[in-house]
């Protein structure tokens, strides 16, 4: 027998998905039964495991039980199978989209932009066409729209949005939801609703040519889509270097900051990539990693999100604009392909990105038992293509070298053997499963086939020096270090031999390193290096030989190679010979090292330089120059210069690249001053942008030294202009310069990018532009400089408790300014930790009082009292200490016993903190009216006619209608009394004699019920 491994959530309240464990042979709609709905039809996946089933009936968020019958699998019958799903909520399904025009128009009172509400499919992301006749109830809280209702037809609405005349500018929101619908639509009346904003901008403004975001949605909770009035790009909002390619680096003028649940959650946003359309971006949130807690921060299933961004417009002005929606993902994760890679790896693909998932090779391999590694995919910057780069749904499986060994003769371990495979992927959370179960994905089997490969990578040699050389291999390879060997021919001999004393001309034998380089190159090559000056080793002085003397190659040993994708190595040595045609080491090399290149890099003041060859250090601090220069003129053309450093290789491996900086020490400006800000100044102040650096006492690695060596470069002036912004970390230069600490005292550390201006209303020492955790500094905090000789840090101190242990939000004024009146860019708001510390709580506040079981409200006036209202009948003199039940928020707090003066009127409560602070709750205690007992009446009437209280018996009435009534004809609704009490309910009037006597029961707010007869009697 076998049996169902999942049954989905429903995709929507007509579609169901069922997943089993093995391939069934068929199935149809009579195999399955749901109680509360109806199976219209079944549709088999080709991979028979999958089976889709057309439903009607079923209601939206609620739980089903799907029951299974006589489902065959190779001719055997399964019996019965039940397993459980849920449908979604109708707001898990479509989103109602309102889409401005324009982000801004004039608030001219005649300025107009359309606005679309759009319904989409959540699932698909697309409009829902089939969507007619749904009518919209639309509102704005500034200027008008051409209509008050809307209708969507074929899944859209469009009206027009008219300007108000402010002198200010103000910023309009819209709203809209759905008050008429029919069919399958009717259940989003009241649930599905749109929200956008529109600038107003005052009349005039600049500000008219910014770019506003018209609108912001997502499904996936790694990801917002940004919609704009204009057409943007990923340029808008990340830094591109002097060849207009991206950096990588976010902008700090333009932002866009991401917010949800009120903004207690703040999602630091990654990057950014292109959207569906020339006016949409897609921003990416970042990812924590193990070193990163802080920005694991994606957004949260079924809740508000807020996107809030901040552009520059042509006039340098910062606009901002915002949109909020509510995120849902209504969509579960699943497997879309499984591809190897070699023998040793597994590519996973998903349908969208992936936070974690469990694996399993050939119903036993796992990650547990290190079988394997598993490396999710990442969205990250690529340097060589200079783009975001977004592979979150790829997942890589690397089989350990050592523990994954499968059975049989011919098996290597950490291999995959040739032929068929399975692979199971369960428990597959998007990252909208870290916050709502029913987006974790079903279990899925697929197949994936090995084929055998023996290729063995292909090596090649290239001499860049006759001390260097460079092994490449045309795939992914590991070389043995110990296993390559330099040789030289023998020529009496007649063989290849070890390069060794005597051996050719050699007089002592060389000393090789063998190093992996560590370059964006997609193959990998590995660095032979000859340590010794060749004139050593073969005592040139004396012999007049040296290595052009000789034959040279590199042997790389038996076994010495190995090709990552298969596990294969050399099985006979590998050749590699040295002298081949233009090979340094054919002739003497007499050549001094040139500069061939120079670049700047995103750090101010420091440059690549690339050598014609391999350079070595000067001396023993590793400087690859004794001395650097930069030269350039004035704007009175005279030559200045100024000192730099050479600081070490780059990072590629290769000896022919190294850093020079400007950013040293100078003897010729003011006490921290650097050579880097005198030539920024020099060449803002209208000097040449035309320099040329100066290399002096420059060595090959064969011992042919320069003296000076020049490269002429620009440094352009678009380049140098600093803004005045919180400065951004050196080694991180996404992350920023605050800081927030709870050591001994609370305080937040902010560093700018200049000196801070301490006075006016752009002051940096002025509580008024700052925001803490969306609220006002609170009473009694100080912002002071740092220090004397810090004057572009502040240090703001807080009273104990403010700051919250863990994440935590600044937001500066806009208005702040630098002390040379630079008005502050960039960011405005940041994130920060703190650290958890020891210290006592002042929180004396009450989460909830209780008087004999019946919750107080706080009185609106004054925190510190409450009010509560007892039953009926209730006999406060009864009450006791015991009844007053308050709770306080800190679990540390003490909370005394309650008192009373007035024999239960008033009550007091005093709460006292764990440090000592004490605050007493008032409680006013009132008691209920008792309900009403008057079921009586005001008047009956009898079709229109009023009947008059019988004299005898006051629940009698009695009315003569017109001549020619006919009492058969009468209706309970021609019967109608009027209680007294607006409390009391009236029951519907009855008959039991054809309308000649009518009977009504009235019940009091007590349920005092009182039957009134009405006697009927028509004119002759």
Do not use: C
């Not at 899925?444 to 290729?455: G, W």
């Not at 014609?612 to 210069?641: C, H, M, Y």
């Amino acid at each position: 027998m076998f049996f169902a491994e999942v049954i989905e959530s429903a995709i929507n309240k007509t579609t169901v998905e069922v997943t089993f464990s093995h391939e069934l042979d068929k199935a149809t709609a009579e195999n399955f039964t749901i109680e509360g709905g109806k199976v219209n039809s079944a549709s088999v996946s080709e991979n028979k495991k999958t089976v889709t089933l057309d439903v009607s009936g079923l209601d939206y968020d609620t739980d089903y039980t799907l029951v299974a019958t006589d489902l065959v699998y190779k001719g055997e019958a399964s019996g019965t199978l039940s397993a459980k799903f849920s449908t979604p909520a109708v707001t898990d399904l479509w989103d109602l989209q309102v889409i401005p025009g324009k982000g801004s128009i004039e608030a001219n009172g005649t300025d107009n932009t359309t606005v679309t509400f759009q319904l989409v499919d959540k699932v698909t992301g697309e409009v829902d066409t089939n969507a007619n006749d749904l009518v919209l109830d639309l509102n704005t809280t500034h200027g008008a729209l051409a209509q008050k209702r809307a209708t969507i037809q074929n899944g859209k609405a469009t009206v027009v949005l008219r300007s108000e005349f402010n002198a200010k500018g103000v910023t309009a929101k819209i709203d809209a939801q759905i008050i008429e619908a029919s069919g399958d639509y009717k259940d989003l009346i009241g649930e599905v609703v749109g929200t956008a904003n529109v600038q107003f901008t005052a009349p005039g403004s600049s500000e008219v040519d910014a770019v506003y975001l018209t609108a912001a949605n997502t499904n996936e909770a790694d990801r917002v889509t940004l919609t704009f009035d204009k057409a943007v790009s990923v340029a808008d909002f990340v830094e591109t270097d002097v060849n207009g390619q991206l950096t990588g680096v976010l902008r700090t003028d333009n932002t866009v900051t991401v917010t949800q649940n009120g903004g207690t959650k703040t999602p630091d946003v990654a990057g950014f990539l292109p959207g569906p359309t020339k006016n949409t971006l897609v921003a990416v949130l970042k990812i924590a990693d193990a070193d990163d807690a802080q920005a694991n921060e994606v957004l949260t299933d079924n809740s508000d999100v807020k996107v809030a961004v901040t552009m520059q417009n042509s006039a340098g002005q910062a606009t901002d604009s915002n949109q909020e929606f509510k995120f849902t993902d209504a969509r579960v994760p699943q497997v879309t392909s499984v591809n190897p890679v070699g023998l040793n790896k597994l590519t996973v693909k998903f349908s969208e990105p992936i936070a974690k998932a469990d694996f399993l090779i050939d119903g036993f391999y796992n990650l547990e038992d290190d079988h394997f590694s598993v490396e999710y995919g990442k969205f990250e910057f690529d340097t060589k293509s200079k783009n975001f780069v977004d592979n979150r749904n790829l997942v890589t499986l690397t089989l350990d070298e050592v523990n994954y060994e499968e059975s049989g003769e011919d098996t290597l371990a950490g291999y995959f053997s040739a032929g068929k495979h399975a692979l199971q992927v369960s428990k597959i959370h998007d990252f909208a499963a870290l916050s709502d179960d029913n987006n974790i994905g079903s279990t899925q089997n697929l197949e994936f086939n090995i084929v055998a490969n023996s290729d063995l990578a292909v090596s090649t040699v290239k001499v860049d020096s006759p001390n260097q050389y460079r092994i490449t291999f045309d795939k992914d390879a590991k070389l043995d270090d110990t296993k390559v060997e330099l040789q030289v021919y023998d020529t009496d001999a007649k063989e290849w031999v070890a390069a060794d004393n005597g051996k050719g001309d050699l007089k002592a034998k060389p000393t090789i390193s063998v190093n992996k380089i560590k370059g964006d190159t997609a193959i990998e090559q590995y660095k032979v290096e000859v340590e010794e000056a060749w004139t050593t080793l073969y005592q040139t002085a004396t012999t007049n030989n040296n290595y052009y003397n000789d034959k040279y190659r590199l042997v790389i040993k038996k076994d010495g190679l190995k090709t990552n994708v298969n596990g294969k190595t050399n099985t006979s040595d590998i050749e590699l010979p040295l002298n081949f045609a233009g090979s340094a080491m054919n002739t003497p090399d007499t050549t001094s090292p040139v500069i061939s290149k120079v670049e700047a890099t995103d750090i101010a003041g420091r440059y690549v330089v690339t050598m014609s060859e391999p350079v070595q250090d000067v001396d023993s601090d590793g400087k690859l120059a004794k001395e650097v220069e930069f030269i350039g003129k004035d704007k009175d053309g005279k030559v200045r210069t100024f000192k730099g450093e050479a600081d070490g290789y780059t990072e590629d491996g290769l000896d022919n690249k190294f850093y020079v900086d400007t950013d040293i020490n100078s003897t010729n400006a003011a006490p921290g001053a650097t050579e880097y800000d005198l030539i920024k100044d020099l060449v803002l102040k209208g000097g040449s942008e035309n320099w040329t650096l100066v290399l002096k006492d420059v060595t090959d690695d064969i011992g042919n030294k320069a003296a000076t060596v020049t490269k002429d470069f620009l440094i352009k002036s678009k380049e140098l202009v600093s803004k005045f912004e919180v400065k951004k970390n050196t080694t991180d230069p996404v992350t920023y310069a605050v800081v927030g600490s709870k050591d001994g005292k609370e305080t937040i550390e902010i560093t700018f990018t200049e000196n801070v201006g301490l006075t006016g209303v752009g002051s940096a020492i002025d509580t008024a532009n700052f925001q803490l955790n969306g609220a006002d500094l609170p009473t009694g905090t100080s912002i002071a400089l740092k220090g004397s000789n810090a004057a572009d840090t502040i240090v703001i101190t807080v009273k104990d408790g403010t700051l919250k242990e863990g994440s935590n939000v600044i937001t500066l004024g806009k208005n702040l300014v630098s002390k040379e009146g630079k008005e502050l860019t960039g960011a405005y708001a940041f994130t920060f930790n703190v650290d958890p510390v020891a210290a006592s709580s002042d929180d004396a506040s009450v989460t909830e009082i209780k008087v004999d079981g019946v919750q107080a409200t706080v009185d609106p006036t004054n925190a510190e009292v409450y009010n509560v209202e007892l039953p009926s009948g209730t006999d406060l003199t009864a009450l006791t200490a015991a009844d007053v039940v308050a709770t306080a928020t800190d679990s540390e707090a003490t909370v005394a016993t309650a008192t009373t003066a007035d024999n239960g009127t008033t009550w007091t409560v005093e709460v006292e903190a764990e440090d000592g602070t004490k605050v007493t709750y008032t409680i006013n205690v009132t008691v209920a009216t008792a309900p009403s007992d008057d079921a009586s009446v005001t008047e009956v009437k009898v079709d229109g006619v009023q009947a008059t209280v019988d004299p005898t018996n006051a629940e009698v009435y009695n009315v003569e209608l017109p001549s020619g009534t006919d009492l058969t004809a009468l209706t309970a609704a021609d019967v109608v009394a009027t209680a007294t009490d607006s409390e009391a309910t009236v029951a519907t009037a009855t008959t039991a004699d054809n309308g000649t006597t009518w009977i009504v029961e009235v019940e009091a707010e007590d349920g005092t019920k009182v039957t009134y007869t009405i006697n009927i009697t028509v004119a002759p």
